[in-house]
């Protein structure tokens, strides 16, 4: 299915036009019908060369310009009718004005009425106007609905028209904005729009104005389908949700893959940012929300609506001022999650960041982002990939040198604890664990029971002078373990003889009983000499020390699985 809005002034044809195409009357309503006047958004569809058409009919008039917007906003490709007898007018301007500002690029230029006037004038007018949009030197016909000429070379362009469309994305995320929404006696809520990408199924569970709706039911073109795949116009019946939560401009989408925001930074498009009135009304796909405007740079400015929307990065809007009756500009989204603005020069160090990259500008800030977040957004991946994270290039590449100074910094205050907590790192240097983890990598230091560590061999200059000294006296007799005392003047307390152990200087025994690191070794070669079983007082005299080093010492090899003691107390190796 292809979907086509129409554009131009009121009383031009449109209408007539679409009938004459379709055999349809895309007028809905009865004050429609009985006035001749469109008013709100009226729907027709055809088949031409077996490609479905489907036709948003919009009103002209000036007072409905806010219902044209919202069938306009989701189209891909528009009709743009003037009349022969009247040619270009107020209105013709206004909606040639969205469909630029809202980035419509493939359309046709129909001018109606031909039978009534000379189209050539009205024709030559049109596409002066044209050509200075996104539009560009697009096809033109001239035709009459009543005589039916012209009709058959229209219908041939549109096929053309159709066959040069982009392709959509049917495995998108949804993102249906809601022009109608009604009741249907039995079936509940129904809301209908234009689906510019994605798929739509039966069973679907998908989100609207903050609850989770399940799809009951889908029409396209007045027929029931289990599935529509966009481009297509849809109605969406939907359990969950009463009608009266539901209203135009909000939007079905794909739960979790969208994040609604109340404000974006944008590019403009028409008068510059300083010249834009501040209060204005913001247009996007069917949604029409007031708006604050801040400028930023020439081209560039905040703008902030109190009605959350569904917007990434890309995204194609327009803004409009109802006082004046005309859209000063149309924008494009840069940034759809914007940081605060704080500080003199904030507004333009933050137009520059713009002129530069967004997203790298983002991830900046932010350090390191899901990679999942940032599709939210609408950016491409960028940086560099760790696991699940996108990390700032920078960052990605000084990180391992900033991870080993924090930790520096933190040992010094901590010269002999038994390491630094991962997670007082981690916030340290305001990664996630992951990225923190690829750092640790790229360094010396490692990690045990959640604790970072020096290097096995490394201890504070002090403690380590002062475990030589200990060293030294052990190399001679290894099980002469040195008194309390002379640990306390050398300042080795529990901590200090804790990291000497954990960096494999010392055995610690008790807290106070410290031996050479290989006495367990040494100890379990002399004992091989001793007949078995041999007693505490057997292993003292053979190892040359007291029982205050000889017990503890055995404790420790019977927990270590070397010597095994027996129910009176001697023992034997294992």
Not at 119 to 139: D, W
Not at 167 to 196: E, K, N, Y
Not at 243 to 253: C, E, I, Q
Not at 353 to 360: I, K, S, V, Y
Request: charged share 25%; proline share 6%; glycine share 10%.
């Amino acid at each position: 299915m292809h979907v086509i809005a129409t554009a131009g002034h009121v009383d031009h044809g449109k209408s007539t036009l679409v009938r004459a195409l379709t055999g349809m009357e895309p007028d809905r309503l009865a004050e429609e019908q009985r006035r001749g006047l469109t008013v709100d958004l009226g729907f027709a569809w055809t088949e031409l060369a077996g490609a479905v058409l489907a036709f948003v009919d919009v009103p002209g008039h000036e007072r409905f310009v806010p219902n044209m917007l919202a069938g306009i906003g989701p189209a891909p490709a528009a009709l743009v009718v003037v009349a022969a007898d009247e040619g270009w007018q107020a209105q013709s301007a206004e909606h040639l004005a969205a469909l630029d500002a809202f980035g419509v690029r493939h359309g046709l230029l129909v001018v109606t009425k031909s039978d009534r006037a000379d189209p050539a004038p009205a024709l030559a007018a049109a596409r002066e106007h044209l050509a200075g949009t996104g539009l560009g030197a697009v096809r033109a016909v001239a035709v009459s609905a009543r005589t039916g000429a012209g009709l058959p070379e229209l219908r041939q362009e549109l096929v053309g028209l159709t066959a040069g469309l982009p392709v959509p994305d049917t495995a998108a995320d949804v993102r249906l904005w809601v022009d109608r929404a009604f009741t249907i006696r039995g079936a509940g809520t129904v809301v209908t729009g234009t689906l510019g990408a994605g798929t739509v199924r039966v069973g679907d569970e998908l989100a609207l104005a903050g609850r989770r709706v399940t799809v009951r039911g889908l029409q396209a073109l007045g027929r029931p389908h289990d599935e529509v795949a966009a481009v297509a116009r849809v109605a969406v019946n939907l359990r969950g949700i009463d009608r009266d939560h539901v209203r135009r401009g909000d939007a079905l989408l794909t739960p979790a893959a969208w994040r609604t925001t109340r404000e974006a930074d944008v590019r403009l498009r028409g008068d510059s940012a300083p010249d834009l009135h501040r209060e204005l009304v913001l247009h996007v796909g069917a949604a029409a929300v007031p708006c604050r405007v801040r400028p930023l740079g020439t081209d560039t400015a905040r703008v902030s609506f109190g009605t959350p929307l569904p917007l990434r990065a890309g995204d194609t809007g327009l803004l409009r001022d109802p006082g004046e009756h005309r859209i000063p500009a149309g924008f494009a989204v840069l940034d759809p999650n914007p940081p605060r603005l704080t500080g003199r020069g904030a507004a333009r160090h933050r137009a520059a960041e713009l002129d530069d990259d967004p997203a790298t500008a983002h991830l900046r800030r932010h350090k390191a982002v899901r990679a999942s977040d940032l599709r939210v957004l609408g950016w491409d991946p960028t940086g560099v990939r760790v696991d699940d994270w996108l990390v700032d290039e920078a960052l990605h590449r000084d990180l391992p040198g900033l991870v080993a100074e924090r930790f520096a910094e933190w040992a010094a205050t901590h010269p002999v604890a038994a390491g630094m907590p991962v997670e007082a790192l981690r916030r340290e240097v305001e990664v996630p664990e992951a990225v923190l983890d690829a750092a640790l990598a790229s360094t010396d230091l490692t990690v045990h029971g959640g604790l970072v560590r020096r290097p096995r061999n490394s201890l504070p200059d002090g403690v380590s002078r002062a475990v030589a000294t200990i060293e030294a006296r052990l190399a001679a007799a290894p099980f002469a373990a040195p008194e309390a005392a002379d640990l306390t003047a050398l300042g080795l307390g529990p901590r200090e003889l804790a990291a000497a152990e954990r960096a494999g200087r010392l055995v610690r025994l008790t807290e106070s009983v410290v031996v050479a690191h290989d006495a367990l070794d040494r100890a379990t070669k002399v004992l091989a000499g001793l007949p078995a079983p041999f007693t505490v007082s057997d292993a003292r005299r053979a190892l040359g020390t007291t029982r205050r080093v000889a017990v503890p010492l055995l404790e420790r090899l019977d927990a270590a699985g070397i010597t095994r003691r027996d129910a009176d107390g001697a023992r034997i190796l294992r």
